[in-house]
């Protein structure tokens, strides 16, 4: 189905590029592949809400295409192709899925620039960027730890990928700082983006107890399920406040303009390199949306966190990590897990209550 | 409330709208014509129908609008394989594609609103007994009709002449046609029939489910559907068993993770399909013998001789 789509828009704009190319022979072509609709409310969302902050700035010398609801793995190199064969000389792939797809395409088009998200694979004319996610998520799960009155904690997580898994690290990290004894369930749906199942494990998780609810799948659904029981809930990528007034804690919001930016000047002044980046909430690329319906003292304890993690003082994965069995992790960075480690993280620490499917 | 009755209670809402859509498409195969555009109808009438609830505040008015946009787009596949004799399974595929974009396109404005869920009933003494209450007088008005539905569906099927004769267009067309029955208008009301249980289907997602609209949020369900009219070798009874079926496998594993047992989660979300699987090798082994098949006359088009 997708496919078809996206063949179908592709050759729509390739329509399109042709018959501005005259005008626009003098703006730099900026293309982007989206992996859900622009209008999901979280990871797309944010993605796209950063293109427009990079038209509203830049928008007299650029001009920006993009594709949404390409499914990740191997479809995907059809549609970053395409872009590169209609004029863009900056892609930015925005799903860690596209990530061997774009490195195929960028082998194939050494002059044109690629940028991809969350992914670890590089090349002469490919960077990556992230979010350094885990720093909001170690605040939530501080939050979370004061705010549960059960002390258990649910988490509903997407794919077993480092991303997600560092994710359920730092959150327990976070609440074992202020509840010891806290347990974390967590629920695989293996989907980014299906309302109804988020729902259903948002309901699975409240009915086994768990009274804040926390996610890494994309849609307001658990939100809403958890201002309809009664208890708390953070949002995920954007500001989700709107779905649960007396719900949200609060939520992590990806800030992608300013970074979109940066890129483009860089390719526009011709000191484009390709990069590793990877902020976090002291570069602004993950910001905390308000603290909401939290006792004064948790929102003071959660602020103090949050400026510590941008002083640098507190590092969520500071040495020493134990290991779900209770054994040190190999603390490759001195003080804190070593970059590599966290972006790579395949284990859990000790107090997860699951074990990583596949594994 | 206990752990039981709250999974029952999640089991029934996450297979409503699985049996809504195929109980609407059982109809549809049984009269010979496959369409496979039920997700495009059921995501047509989660944008319609959430739009409808949102513009109006009603949920009833809002299930109508859903209903009426799978039964709009239904209309669409009707004309392309009933008028011009084109093929089922292409056209369904389209009426999909069709279906996902539109809706996306119709539903964009509506983006991040939100509507009151539908209410549930509630009855002074009945919905207050331990554990029956709610799940039985507790629900809301979709799961209600969805039940109703499939028995109303059976007794047509099995208890009318127009359900027999329904029947015999889809076991075989040239028959009833030179019998002097109109085939193709027969066939018309039952396509028109499917999509508004698709549209309905569909509407249930935003106007009882999850409440708010997001472009794509069947999410799949339309292709369970399909796969449940399979399942169920086009029998209503088994239809409504598999769907309860379906739903529980998708809740349980849920509920199987959240008490760590260790049961590999992708494992149990491809099980649905698997069932599927197993059902249709079943289904052309038992073939021949007595029992309920598949249609003679299933996806195959059919022109009238002037």
Redesign the interface.
């Known amino acids: 189905m997708k496919k078809l789509m996206m063949t179908a828009a592709a050759a729509a704009l390739a329509i399109v590029a042709t018959g501005f190319s005259a005008n626009a022979a003098e703006k730099l072509k900026i293309g982007f592949i989206y992996l859900g609709p622009v209008g999901d409310l979280g990871w797309t969302y944010m993605h796209e809400v950063g293109r427009q902050a990079l038209v509203k700035e830049l928008g007299d010398k650029i001009e920006t295409t993009y594709l949404e609801n390409v499914s990740e793995g191997p479809d995907s190199e059809r549609s970053i192709e395409q872009l590169a064969r209609t004029g863009h000389q900056l892609i930015f792939t925005t799903s860690f899925g596209y990530m061997d797809p774009t490195l195929k395409v960028a082998k194939k088009y050494p002059k044109i620039k690629f940028e991809h998200a969350t992914g670890f694979k590089r090349a002469p004319n490919m960077g990556t960027y992230s979010g350094k996610f885990y720093e909001g998520r170690y605040i939530q799960g501080v939050i979370a730890g004061k705010m549960s009155k059960k002390g258990v904690l649910g988490y509903i997580a997407s794919f077993p990928i480092p991303e997600v898994i560092s994710g359920i690290n730092a959150t327990i990290l976070g609440a074992q700082t202020v509840n010891p004894d806290i347990k974390l369930k967590v629920i695989w749906v293996n989907t980014w983006f299906d309302p109804g199942k988020e729902a259903d494990a948002a309901k699975a998780l409240a009915d086994q107890g768990a009274d804040v609810i926390m996610q890494h799948t994309d849609s307001p659904a658990a939100m809403q399920v958890a201002a309809q029981r009664g208890i708390f809930a953070f949002g995920q990528d954007s500001d989700m406040i709107k779905f649960g007034p007396k719900t949200q804690l609060t939520s992590i919001v990806n800030n992608w303009g300013p970074y979109y930016i940066r890129a483009a000047k860089a390719a526009l002044d011709g000191s484009w390199k390709a990069g590793d980046t990877w902020d976090g909430l002291k570069e602004k690329m993950v910001l905390m949306a308000p603290y909401t319906n939290m006792p004064d003292d948790v929102k003071a304890l959660a602020q103090k966190t949050e400026a510590a993690i941008v002083a640098g003082t507190l590092h969520p994965f500071k040495c020493p990590v134990l290991g779900q069995d209770g054994k040190a992790v190999e603390c490759k960075g001195g003080a804190n897990l070593d970059p590599g480690q966290i972006l790579g993280m395949n284990f859990y620490v000790k107090g997860v209550d699951d074990k990583i499917p596949g594994k | 409330m206990g ?1 039981l009755e ?2 029952i209670i ?1 089991v029934i809402a ?1 297979s409503t ?1 699985l049996l809504l859509a195929a109980a609407g498409e059982l109809v549809v195969e049984r009269s010979g014509v496959l369409n496979l555009g039920t ?1 495009g109808m059921m995501i047509m009438g989660a944008a319609c129908g959430f739009a409808g609830a949102w513009l109006t505040g009603s949920t009833f008015i809002g299930a109508l609008f859903g209903i009426a946009a799978g039964c709009a787009l239904s209309l669409v596949f009707a004309a392309l394989t009933l008028g011009l004799a084109v093929n089922q399974v292409a056209a369904g ?1 389209a009426l ?2 069709l279906g ?2 539109l809706s ?1 396109l119709i ?2 404005g509506f ?2 609103e ?1 509507i009151t869920p539908a209410p549930h009933l509630y009855l002074p003494v009945l919905t207050g007994i331990p554990f029956v209450g709610k799940i039985l007088f507790g629900q809301d008005g979709f799961v209600y009709f969805s039940v109703a539905l499939v028995v109303a569906i059976w007794w047509f099927l099995y208890r009318t002449r127009a359900g027999l004769i329904l029947r015999a267009v889809g076991d075989s067309h040239t028959s009833a046609h030179a019998l002097g029955y109109p085939v193709l208008k027969i066939r018309l009301l039952a396509v028109l029939f499917g999509g508004g249980c698709a549209g309905l289907g569909g509407a249930f ?1 935003p106007l009882a ?4 609209f ?4 069947t ?3 339309g292709w369970i559907a399909l796969a449940l009219v399979v399942f169920s070798s086009w029998l209503p009874g088994r239809l409504a068993a598999g769907a309860y079926l379906f739903g529980a496998v ?2 349980l594993q ?2 199987a ?4 047992l ?1 049961i ?3 494992l149990m ?1 491809a099980l649905p399909y698997l069932a599927t699987v197993i059902v249709l090798v079943l289904i052309s082994r038992a073939r021949g013998s007595a029992g309920s098949v598949a249609p003679a006359s299933l996806g195959i088009v059919f022109v009238p001789d002037r």
């Open positions: 752990l709250a999974i999640s996450a709208p997700e595929l999909t594609i996902v974009g996306g539903g964009a983006v991040g939100k997602l489910y999850t409440p708010f997001i472009p794509g949020m999410a799949g369900r998708t809740i849920l509920h993770q959240a008490f760590g260790g590999p989660s992708q979300t």
